[in-house]
């Protein structure tokens, strides 16, 4: 005759059709009404729409948090607070209009609520969720070098990547390329054209803190090729050619692709 559900973080307020199902996919040919509301400030729906950015960090905190869309009557207040989880309040300070930027405390890894707080009212916005990740730890990637122009996947070995749309490859200090993630040890990236360096590679999994790696990728000059010799070869295979060109170096292991054969 009972049972209890908790309700899920959504973007907007609104009313919504709740629905009882017994197995995730069928549901009950009758519903109830529920509204989803913003408790900020007692803010209406037309007003205030929270986001934050980013919506995760690392467990060791130092993470920069922009929480915007809140109240005019909020923001008004004085000496607001966040709160992470269960964690003592850290500053929020105000850096324009709707939005307030407070630092992620240290906290044990898992999804946690982010309280907006006053000390006139402590009004709170449950549904702002934060959510503390395990250190990423880099490894190796492979390969280690790749043309100017670009287009090289890179595969990147390491312990505890997520799979998140912040997910991304830095290239020196600046390029920032989206990764692919495939497992928690392993994601990819495609290299941005460059011209012939050295680059730093570093990854982040919320656009601010950054991992990088102990060694650098190499970008190499484009391989210009003349000439062959000899032209033909037997199809059994094991026919020396020799090939003449430039752009060439000892450092890098070099192949040749026959067709679809390397």
Same mark, same amino acid.
């Given at each position: /005759? ?45 007003? =205030?729409?929270?986001?934050? @950015? ?8 130092? /993470? ?18 966040? $709160? ?22 240290? #906290?044990? =890894? ?6 907006? @707080? ?5 009004? #709170? %916005? ?10 990423? %730890? ?20 390491? +312990? ?17 390329? $989206? ?6 040890? @392993? ?9 012939? *360096? ?23 000059? +484009? ?16 026919? $020396? ?18 067709? *679809?054969?390397?």
């Amino acid at each position: /005759t009972l049972i209890k559900c908790m309700t899920p973080r959504v973007q907007k307020g609104g009313r919504v059709k709740l629905y009882i199902s017994h197995n995730g996919i069928d549901r009950s040919k009758y519903f109830l009404n529920f509204t989803f509301k913003h408790d900020i400030g007692n803010a209406t729906d037309n007003e =205030v729409q929270i986001d934050l @950015l980013p919506r995760r960090g690392p467990m060791n905190g130092g /993470t920069n948090v922009v929480i915007s869309g809140l109240s005019t009557s909020f923001m008004h207040m004085q000496n607001l607070s966040c $709160k992470f989880g269960s964690t003592s309040e850290v500053p929020a300070t105000k850096i324009s209009d709707g939005k307030v930027e407070c630092t992620s405390p240290p #906290h044990e =890894v898992g999804i946690v609520p982010l309280q907006i @707080l006053s000390p006139i009212s402590r009004n #709170h %916005f449950q549904q702002v969720l934060y959510t503390f990740d395990k250190p990423v %730890f880099l490894q190796d990637f492979t390969p280690s070098a790749g043309t100017v122009r670009g287009d090289t996947t890179i595969y990147l070995r390491g +312990e505890n990547f997520i799979a998140d749309d912040m997910l991304q490859c830095r290239f020196g200090d600046t390029t920032m390329i $989206k990764a692919t993630y495939l497992s928690s040890k @392993l994601i990819t990236c495609v290299t941005p054209a460059s011209f012939p *360096s050295t680059k730093l590679l570093s990854v982040t999994q919320n656009g601010q803190y950054f991992v990088q790696f102990s060694k650098r990728f190499h970008y190499l000059p +484009e391989f210009n090729v003349f000439s062959i010799s000899p032209f033909t070869g037997s199809v059994n295979g094991g026919t $020396k050619i020799s090939i003449f060109g430039t752009g060439f170096t000892k450092r890098y292991e070099a192949a040749c692709s026959f067709g *679809s054969k390397i």
